[in-house]
């Protein structure tokens, strides 16, 4: 009866832990994104909202880098996968189609614009800036400044949040076979700047869906300055969203919290 009790008990502290970190990762999340384009399409004869306009974002070459749908009040959100130069393509059954001029989206800002659509196809000049507000990206700004010096040097390899989702990947480790560190070099694993022991532990942390980016360095000599020094013979940096929409990004200040709640617990059940 008293090995039954004690069985009981662990499976319970088991069921608790797993809702505590679930908690923690995914409870109450607030948007906190890296580079933000927002605004409205109106009708530029009657300056209604226009509902239900496709806008898509392009790069300098033309690619496209995201679309959203205007809602019912015209107003569109889309998040830019990285800072850079972009266009606007706007269209819609009833209106000529219509491309934006270019807009700066840097990061920690977001840039608010009024884009007109006519029914006819005389030419317009569809944008029209009518803000930009900076908000705290956080350790987001570091690991965009290193990850673009990267992307032009080469010497290491990186993955920014579009191409993550293009990758469309079963788990986060799988980015780990493009590093391919040199002889018997073990990798150091960074989630958000905190070591990580292996695979399976990020895996079990962390989906693919919450990632912001990826950073690979397989050589030594090809750290970032901030990582050099710390006897790193291969680094795969890992770094979480901040705009999962519902609630806010995964701490560690809260995980940390919930495994101090599950302590008390514990020495309760004891």
Same mark, same amino acid.
């Given at each position: 009866?008293?090995?039954?009790r ?24 607030? +948007?906190?994104?890296?580079? #933000? ?7 530029e %004869?009657? @300056?209604?909202?226009i509902?239900? =306009? /496709? ?27 990285? +800072?850079?130069?972009?266009? #606007?393509?706007v ?5 000529? %189609?219509? @491309?934006?001029?270019?807009?700066d =989206? /840097?990061?920690g ?11 006819s196809?005389?030419p317009?000049?569809?944008?029209r ?10 350790? #987001?700004q ?10 032009r ?7 920014f ?23 018997r070099?073990?990798?150091t694993?960074l989630l ?31 750290l ?42 514990l020495?309760?059940?004891?």
């Amino acid at each position: 009866m008293a090995t039954r009790r004690r069985c009981i008990a662990r499976f319970r502290i088991l069921l608790l832990t797993t809702t505590l970190v679930t908690v923690a990762l995914f409870a109450g999340r607030t +948007p906190a994104a890296a580079q #933000l384009v927002s605004g409205t399409v109106i009708d530029e %004869s009657s @300056e209604q909202p226009i509902a239900g =306009a /496709a806008i898509e974002l392009t790069d300098t070459l033309g690619l496209a880098r995201g679309s959203v749908v205007a809602d019912t009040a015209g107003a569109f959100r889309i998040m830019v996968p990285q +800072p850079g130069k972009y266009r #606007l393509r706007v269209s819609h059954i009833a209106y000529a %189609s219509t @491309e934006t001029g270019t807009i700066d =989206a /840097a990061l920690g800002v977001e840039v608010k614009l009024e884009l007109r659509m006519s029914p006819s196809a005389v030419p317009l000049e569809p944008l029209r800036v009518v803000g930009r507000s900076e908000f705290n990206a956080g350790w #987001l700004q570091e690991y965009y400044d290193r990850a673009m010096m990267t992307r032009r040097s080469g010497v290491g390899r990186v993955f920014f949040r579009d191409e993550v989702e293009r990758a469309n990947v079963p788990a986060v480790s799988w980015f780990m076979t493009y590093l391919q560190p040199r002889g018997r070099c073990n990798p150091t694993i960074l989630l958000d700047g905190l070591e990580v022991e292996d695979v399976r532990q990020l895996d079990a942390m962390l989906q693919p869906f919450a990632l912001e980016g990826v950073e690979l360095y397989n050589n030594r000599a090809f750290l970032p300055p901030r990582y050099a020094n710390r006897g790193y013979c291969a680094l795969a940096m890992f770094w979480t969203r901040r705009d999962i929409e519902g609630g806010r990004p995964f701490t560690w200040k809260r995980l940390l919290a919930a495994a101090g709640l599950l302590a008390g617990i514990l020495l309760l059940v004891q």
